[in-house]
């Protein structure tokens, strides 16, 4: 049963083959058995999935219910869940409660979707290896002794190894992304403004988006459809009708015009993982797709600016976090000053501070000009280049990440090693670019990612080409050994 | 790019974070890294460019009508506060 898709379990559900409390159990089953090693789950809610199952086994036996109603998923414990501790994986909110649903979480209950629990991630988001948990490191299902990618890795690592069979991430520069590169998943963050971000614990507002890992394209056109749309609660959410994502996935892919990142395979991409990509670039032109050699000469500067940008942002969202309303307070505070710098001090991790003070000293005056202004100059012209680009091709093609997987405490040492983890992700995020990553093969055991990034809104695009492509290949139904 | 310890100290105290000293090793070495990764932008020609302020095109700030649209919560909201009474947030004394 924990190797269906959303859409096997969908079915079988309607079919009344077995009832939504049975695959629910069947999951909470599997996560009190695998999880430990994993450590994939902050919190499991249990009794409310249970409910929540039912619940929706009623509404199907009323002969009513839509495609997702019964079927279990994990979110990310980014997003605020009413009644149940929400914690971004930091001591800072270690104790917080949310009293309300990210519109996220709202949507997909509406939908009928059943909670599992809270996923595991980087602290605040920040990080790309699960490395900056306060809850701890979560480890790769395909090798125990390697990071599953972040800073989404609690849910990545918990849709490879079946124990939760889909789940809800966010990207900031590739959380969505990498982590499913890395773990053999397929995995899309749409347009910036096309999912709510109201409820999402914010990061860098201007860049974070939330999207789902899954394990094929097909899931992943059913839930995000269903999380995304206008929300007037968000002040960047974009009023734009979705389209049915799955309707299209079907649609040939002959005549598309497929551009390949030149500025994707230079130094920096291990061999082996380039010889995977090609070898999908293949897949593509046998689908009758036309390759094209297309170049963005300022997109090796996404990782300097996404540098700047992103802590500018996180230093003044996180500056909510006062010891006051919420969240970690410290013990017999002297005054109001140590009130907040001994919370904030005590509250949050090594790296989230680190990217606080990168963000104070590049908007700090006398710097602001030539850190933050000059960023968001190049990130224009960044976007200027993806916009060039999509006047010749409809779909940009490389690597979702430079390495497969690596080992647990390999690069924590080093923020700027940490940092070009996600050299081919950001520009998407910068750009506000639809983009997902779908596997295209193994390296010694592990998991390689195929990136595609579309124009603005063309998340139907590029479930249709991720579809098409696993038509042809089996990569995304391997399942790590031990979870099968 | 180089950062003195009172350097770190005073980033610190703008972003009101107490600093350990275990801490301050850390970010000595790692800020200016960082500083210096992102100095790489300088070389970048912008002179015409405008800095991009919103990720899509031709997008701007919604405005709603001035209604109330929430209901009082605050209780429920004050249970995740360290310090309440009386509906009010404690903080320590800020006027002697």
Redesign the interface.
Known sequence: MHTLTLAGISAGIKARRFSSVEVTQHFLGRIERLNPALNAFITVTADQALAQAAAADQVVAAGKGGPLTGVPIAHKDIFCTDGVLTTCASKMLSNFVSPYDATVVRKLKEAGVVMLGKTNMDEFAMGSSNETSWYGPVKNPWDLSRVPGGSSGGSAAAVAARIAPAATGTDTGGSIRQPAALTALTGIKPTYGRVSRYGMIAYASSLDQGGVLTLNAEDAALLLGAMSGFDERDSTSVDLAVPDYTATLNQPLKGIKVGILKEFFGKGLEATTESLVRDALEVYERLGATLVEVSLPNLPLSVPTYYVVAPAECSSNLSRFDGVRFGYSCAEPKDLLDLYTRSRGEGFGAEVKRRIMTGTYVLSAGYYDAYYIKAQKVRQLISDDFKRAFAQVDLLVGPTAPTTAFELGAKVDDPITMYLNDIYTIGANLAGLPAMSIPCGFVEGLPVGLQLIGPHFAEAKLLNAAHQYQQQTEWHRRIPAGYA | MSLTRDD?LD??R???????PA?MP??SD??P???T??????A?Q?AD????????DG?S??L?SDTVSETD?HE??Q?????VEASL?L????IE
């Open positions: 770190v980033i610190a703008l972003a009101r974070l107490a600093i350990t801490e850390g970010l790692s800020l890294k960082i500083l990764f992102v100095e790489q932008l300088s970048a912008t460019v405008e800095p991009m302020a919103h990720p899509l997008q700030q919604r709603r919560a429920r909201y249970q995740n506060a360290a310090r947030y903080v320590p004394k800020v």
